[in-house]
Structures are given as structure tokens and as C-alpha cells.
């Protein structure tokens, strides 16, 4: 599926650190366009498959069962090179709201370390001293995730 004429939500941002993202509109619905992440080696052109493992991923996670988002892969041209992109349905369209789970973790005022820790202690204790969530459903839910994501290598 070629995105490059696809309409540009130019009013909606995304945000993490995998690469460059756009939302478009495609069949009346947003979108999250994401581009490849430029290697960090010695060619300076050479771009990362992270679109592709994106759209894998999903796929195999949801043969597993698991709720995921809707994926397409597909091409975009920018400045006249044909770049492979995911398209993920934007599932905050319907006005739910996406955090980090960084910010979750600033919430808790007397934290070790700021959100961005990722020792498994402080990310457990995060999970059982929040108040949004039922702490037995958000554990069940990371590990299935930890489990998931170890399954497909996306670390």
C-alpha cells in the first residue's frame, strides 16, 4: 500500500523513540504512519527493518490471541526516496488516552529513580503502588506482555 498521498493529520503527534511518526487519514480513519529509524553505523543511509518487525510482530501476537493493533504495511515517498512504513490504527480515536508508562511511574512521588528506570524491582513496584488499575489485572497484563514481546525479540 503506497501512504504518500494519503491526508496528514497535522493536528495529532505521537510519541516514543522507534523512528519518525505521522498521522494520516486512510479509509476515514487515523492512523499512525511510522518510518524506519536510521541505523546508528557507518552508512549514514542505511535504515533499520523496525516497520517491518512492527507488522510481524503484530500479526503473530494476534494468532496468540492477544489484542493488538491493526498494522499495514506499506511504502511512502519523502524527498524522492521510497521509504517501508507501518501504518497502526490509531486507537486513541475514539478519545481514550495513551501513556507512558514512564509518567505512571513519576505519579509516585517518593520513586528510587525517575520514570524512565527499568529495573524489573521498580517497574513492579510501580505496578503495585499506583491507583488506577487493579494491580493483579496490570501484572497479569505485563508479564503476558514480557512474554510476548521476549517471544517476538522486541526488546
Given at each position: ?10 493536528f495529532k ?52 490471541g ?6 499495514i ?31 505512571l511511574?513519576?505519579?509516585q ?47
Open positions: 500500500m503506497d501512504f504518500t498521498n494519503c491526508e496528514i493529520n497535522k503527534y505521537y510519541g516514543g523513540k522507534n523512528g519518525g511518526k505521522i498521522c494520516i487519514i486512510y479509509n476515514s480513519a487515523d492512523y499512525m504512519l511510522k518510518f524506519p529509524a536510521v541505523n546508528d553505523g557507518t552508512n549514514k543511509y542505511a535504515y533499520s527493518n523496525n516497520c517491518i518487525s512492527e507488522y510481524i510482530s503484530c500479526k503473530i501476537l494476534k494468532t496468540l492477544l489484542n493488538v493493533q491493526e498494522t504495511l506499506g511504502t511512502y515517498i519523502l524527498n524522492n526516496n521510497e521509504k517501508i512504513v507501518v501504518a497502526c490504527k490509531d486507537f486513541t480515536a475514539d478519545g481514550s488516552i495513551f501513556r507512558q508508562f514512564a509518567e511511574k513519576n505519579s512521588i517518593e520513586t528510587s529513580k525517575n520514570g524512565y528506570g527499568t529495573e524489573l524491582k521498580e517497574v513492579i513496584e510501580a505496578m503495585e503502588n499506583q491507583m488506577i488499575y487493579d494491580v493483579f489485572e496490570l501484572k497479569k497484563f505485563f508479564w503476558e506482555m514480557f512474554i510476548a514481546d521476549a517471544l517476538v525479540r522486541k526488546f
